[in-house]
């Protein structure tokens, strides 16, 4: 799911980008945030069904031999629920806001505050100030998301009592979270994820942009 993850976030991203840009009516600093967050809808779209079908392998407590392949699990989520929100598409208004708002500052954030702080001639030093831009970029855009990601695992993932579905709908199940267990349970796995997506989302940036000017001037 990762490679057409990232694929459509970055190729979307740009596309956004140019549409919104058109008329040059909007100020830069709103385009590069509407382009992300309509590439994060655009990309939670074509992700959702692989995290309906990864969290259910993830939550089997069977024997990894005696575990069903990824496509026979799709095909029984089909069979028994559907293509909608009840199967492959279970929690997609989590997933929606989960990588709209993710990509909406990620995006906005790194190419904003990018072009504030000039271009360094040094090579490597000039790699550091990209570095810690997307460093920044990538945490932020966790720490402001992470309440969706929650209520998406908790739709997802097993339910309390089997049979019975106590978490659906995106804002019903964040509003229960907090009801429940209180503010900072919608936190919950955020210094994991910080330390996964704030290093991951610079490198994935700075690999982008180095191999975008590659390509466009030896293409």
Same mark, same amino acid.
């Given at each position: 799911?990762?490679?057409?993850?990232?694929?459509?976030?970055?190729?979307?991203?740009?596309?956004?980008?140019?549409?919104?840009?058109?008329?040059?009516?909007?100020?830069?600093?709103?385009?590069?945030?509407?382009? !992300? /967050?309509? %590439? &994060?809808?655009?990309?939670? +779209?074509?992700?959702? $069904? =692989?995290? #309906?079908? *990864?969290?259910?392998? @993830?939550?089997?407590?069977?024997?990894?031999?005696?575990?069903?392949?990824?496509?026979?699990?799709?095909?029984?989520?089909?069979?028994?629920?559907?293509?909608?929100?009840?199967?492959?598409?279970?929690?997609?208004?989590?997933?929606?806001?989960?990588?709209?708002?993710?990509?909406?500052?990620?995006?906005?954030?790194?190419?904003?505050?990018?072009?504030?702080?000039?271009?360094?001639?040094?090579?490597?030093?000039?790699?550091?100030?990209?570095?810690?831009? !997307? /460093?920044? %970029? &990538?945490?932020?855009?966790? +720490?402001?998301?992470? $309440? =969706?990601? #929650?209520? *998406?695992?908790?739709? @997802?993932?097993?339910?309390?009592?089997?049979?019975?579905?106590?978490?659906?709908?995106?804002?019903?199940?964040?509003?229960?979270?907090?009801?429940?267990?209180?503010?900072?349970?919608?936190?919950?796995?955020?210094?994991?994820?910080?330390?996964?997506?704030?290093?991951?989302?610079?490198?994935?940036?700075?690999?982008?942009?180095?191999?975008?000017?590659?390509?466009?001037?030896?293409?």
């Amino acid at each position: 799911a990762e490679t057409p993850k990232r694929a459509v976030k970055f190729f979307t991203f740009e596309r956004y980008k140019s549409l919104f840009t058109y008329g040059d009516y909007l100020p830069q600093p709103i385009v590069l945030g509407a382009a !992300g /967050l309509f %590439a &994060g809808f655009t990309e939670a +779209v074509v992700i959702n $069904p =692989f995290e #309906v079908v *990864k969290v259910k392998l @993830q939550a089997e407590r069977s024997k990894f031999s005696e575990q069903s392949s990824t496509v026979k699990t799709a095909k029984e989520i089909i069979a028994k629920d559907g293509f909608g929100t009840k199967g492959l598409n279970k929690g997609i208004t989590a997933t929606l806001g989960r990588h709209g708002v993710f990509n909406m500052v990620y995006f906005g954030f790194y190419h904003n505050v990018k072009g504030l702080i000039p271009e360094q001639k040094d090579p490597a030093k000039d790699f550091l100030r990209r570095f810690l831009i !997307g /460093l920044v %970029a &990538g945490t932020l855009s966790s +720490v402001l998301n992470i $309440p =969706f990601d #929650v209520a *998406k695992s908790r739709i @997802q993932g097993p339910q309390p009592i089997p049979g019975l579905i106590k978490y659906k709908g995106c804002f019903r199940t964040i509003g229960l979270i907090y009801k429940e267990e209180g503010f900072l349970a919608l936190y919950k796995g955020l210094l994991p994820k910080v330390l996964r997506l704030g290093p991951g989302g610079a490198i994935m940036l700075i690999v982008y942009e180095y191999v975008f000017d590659f390509l466009q001037v030896n293409f």
